[in-house]
T-cell receptor
Framework: NAGVTQTPKFQVLKTGQSMTLQCAQD?????MSWYRQDPGMGLRLIHY???????DQGEVPNGYNVSRSTTEDFPLRLLSAAPSQTSVYFC??????????????FGSGTQLSVL | GDSVTQMEGPVTLSEEAFLTINCTYT??????LFWYVQYPGEGLQLLLK?????DKGSNKGFEATYRKETTSFHLEKGSVQVSDSAVYFC????????????FGTGTRLLVSP
């Protein structure tokens, strides 16, 4: 059982380049999300989805796009990379959107550097 | 808004020492509280949780008690091991959906032999 799979693990971009971070889960989870992790700031929610075809913004959505065409996949797109987007990105999923005390399953992360 | 405050690290201990990592929160209502752990090079994993006041979450020798009167959820372990070296995140969920899940800044624990 693979869980939540993120690719790539590492990426270096130049300012202005675009790219897509991939996330896939094989647990048939309704909820999927993207977080970024920055030193001294914990994890901050970028975008999330409560099911195929449904997405919404989190705390820090600017500069990122998402789509959810299938239950399994939730890619994160950087349209024009900026140095401020240098961070570690985590995809997370959960079985049930609103269940009390439900836990998140995290991928192993993508370390992105924008030069 | 809701927030979580954790003690700054790193916390450096010798093997078999007692561990406490402080976590306090600010929230309206009755949130669920979590501790997640991140081992080097990996994503976060749920360590334990508590969903109502006075509940004690426990796992792998770690414990935390939901204290509403002090708005705290401190993580404790009686005897740490080198393999416990990781970053620990306290988090709260106001139970209105994951879009409101709030993480603390994380506390790095380093355990030496």
């Amino acid at each position: 059982n693979a869980g939540v799979t993120q690719t790539p693990k590492f990426q270096v971009l130049k300012t202005g380049q675009s790219m897509t971070l991939q996330c896939a889960q094989d647990m048939n989870h309704e909820y999927m999300s993207w977080y970024r992790q920055d030193p001294g700031m914990g994890l901050r929610l970028i975008h999330y989805s409560v099911g195929a075809g449904i997405t919404d913004q989190g705390e820090v959505p600017n500069g990122y796009n998402v789509s959810r065409s299938t239950t399994e996949d939730f890619p994160l797109r950087l349209l024009s990379a900026a140095p401020s987007q240098t961070s570690v990105y985590f995809c997370a999923s959960s079985r049930n959107v609103d269940r009390f005390g439900e836990k998140l399953f995290f991928g192993s992360g993508t370390q992105l550097s924008v030069l | 808004g809701d927030s979580v405050t954790q003690m700054e690290g790193p916390v450096t201990l010798s093997e078999e020492a007692f561990l406490t990592i402080n976590c306090t929160y600010t929230a309206t209502g009755y949130p669920s509280l979590f501790w997640y752990v991140q081992y080097p090079g990996e994503g976060l994993q749920l360590l334990l949780k508590a969903t109502k006041a006075d509940d004690k979450g426990s796992n792998k020798g770690f414990e935390a008690t939901y204290r509403k009167e002090t708005t705290s959820f401190h993580l404790e372990k009686g005897s740490v091991q080198v393999s416990d070296s990781a970053v620990y995140f306290c988090a709260l969920s106001p139970n209105t959906g994951f879009q409101k899940l709030v993480f603390g800044t994380g506390t790095r624990l380093l355990v030496s032999p």
